[in-house]
């Protein structure tokens, strides 16, 4: 590959163009893959994108020359910068190290009780009916409830929260976008100000305090908040959507799970692989820097594709066909590196908890209707999920 800007007959990857279907998407992924590892778009500032597995797990770990304060978003969608994900050490250590009652391995084996009592009442609610829509009766209020009892809040912020992240996944490409993630930080702060004079035995109490340590402002925890909120319901919906739609379209696999329970946690893995829910996240040279041949300059915008790294064939034997008992699985839909998604393992918890309940309870279901896919990719081009699955049993 020549050392220079790659030409517009070249594949290019345009994360808000209005007509990427998952099938063009990952149909341009190979394509990149093989022919343009490392490729320059012009659009929307300009920005390289990068296809191959071992491209994108260095580069997500090399925070050092791809930082991630550039912002979340191509282009961006709010002045502020969204902690921790938006921050290089060691400032982002200290953001982590506030969200870690919520999001480490041992708060989510203490939630998994309640977890678990949350899938199987949704579930349960259903079963009698013979028919549902797990969309919005399961997929989506699992881990609306699951976040907000983390929080302590009560059911009228529940729907708040889901009211807010509805709207900003709608408009987040659009002018809308500041204005609601304004709006939605002025509530946090509002939050902040009651726990500080009403202190509970809560997180958000619990935050305020520890925040006296690291000192940041109230602005900061609100887009932190505002961030972990809205990516750690609606990633796990979008993961628990496109397992259950599977499942509904594979009666085989769910009598096989059935026979063989302990092939949950890998089918869970195999999907995340196969249907990545996030499929890129930004970082920002800082400095110049070659890979392939193609010469970046400090300062320019990088797409890492994991949903691409995820089907790399160099990777993945039968990279484009689900192999549930897959192993290993090195699937990136979760990140690498300092940044890998925090609040992983409370994720992969929601989704086991309620594909073992629908097993237990409701074994069978198929789909009975149109399913509603995130078709072009939501989210500002990123999120792949299921918006409609009925189903009948």
């Known amino acids: ?12 990857f345009d994360p808000h163009d209005p007509g990427l279907s998952p099938e ?14 490392v490729a320059h778009g012009e659009r ?9 597995y071992a491209d994108v797990r260095d580069v997500a770990t090399d925070h050092a020359t791809y930082s991630s304060t550039g912002g979340v978003y191509v282009p961006p969608v709010s002045d502020s910068r969204f902690p921790p994900i938006d921050h290089d050490p060691p400032e982002h250590a200290g953001f982590r190290e506030l969200i870690a009652p919520l999001t480490s391995g041992a708060a989510a084996k203490a939630m998994e009780p309640e977890v678990r009592a949350i899938a199987d009442r949704l579930v349960d609610g259903l079963a009698g009916r013979g028919r549902a829509e797990l969309v919005s009766e399961l997929a989506t ?4 409830d699951v976040i907000t009892r983390l929080y302590d809040l009560g059911p009228e912020h529940t ?17 809308r976008g500041r204005e609601i993630i304004e709006r939605v930080c002025r509530y946090w702060v509002a939050l902040f100000a009651d726990r500080r004079d009403n202190p509970r035995g809560d997180f958000l109490t619990g935050l305020v305090e520890a925040n006296r340590e690291l000192g940041a402002t109230d602005d900061e925890l609100a887009n932190m908040m505002f961030i972990l909120t809205y990516a750690g319901h609606d990633s796990t919906a979008l993961g628990l959507s496109n397992t259950l739609r599977y499942l509904a379209e594979h009666p085989d696999v ?50 890492l594709l994991f949903a691409s790294a995820n089907r790399d064939p160099e990777v993945f ?10 192993r290993p699985n090195r699937h990136l839909a979760f990140g690498a590196g300092i940044h890998t998604c925090p609040g992983m393992a409370l994720a992969k918890l929601e989704i086991r908890a309620a594909v073992q309940a629908v097993l237990e309870r409701i074994p069978g279901f198929r789909v009975d209707g149109d399913v509603e896919r995130t078709d072009p990719l939501e989210g500002g081009g990123r999120h ?4 409609r699955l009925p189903v009948t049993w």
């Open 254 to 303: 769910q009598q096989r799970l059935i026979d063989e329970p302990k092939l949950v946690p890998s089918m869970i893995d195999e999907i995340l692989r196969y249907e990545t829910p996030l499929h890129w996240f930004p970082r920002q040279l800082t400095a110049d820097t070659c890979l392939h041949g193609q010469r970046m300059k400090a300062g320019e915008r990088v797409l």
């Open 24 to 37: 063009r998407a990952y149909a341009t992924y190979a394509e990149l893959r093989e022919r343009c590892p």
């Open 317 to 326: 034997d039968r990279a484009d066909e689900v192999v549930i008992d897959r």
């Open 1 to 12: 590959m020549p050392e220079s800007r790659l030409s517009g007959t070249l594949p290019q």
């Open 141 to 144: 209020p699992l881990p609306l």
């Open 159 to 175: 729907e708040q929260i889901r009211g807010y992240s509805e709207e900003f996944l709608a408009h987040a490409s659009g002018p």
């Open 384 to 387: 792949l999920g299921v918006r």
């Open 44 to 52: 929307h500032g300009g920005y390289w994108s990068i296809s191959r």
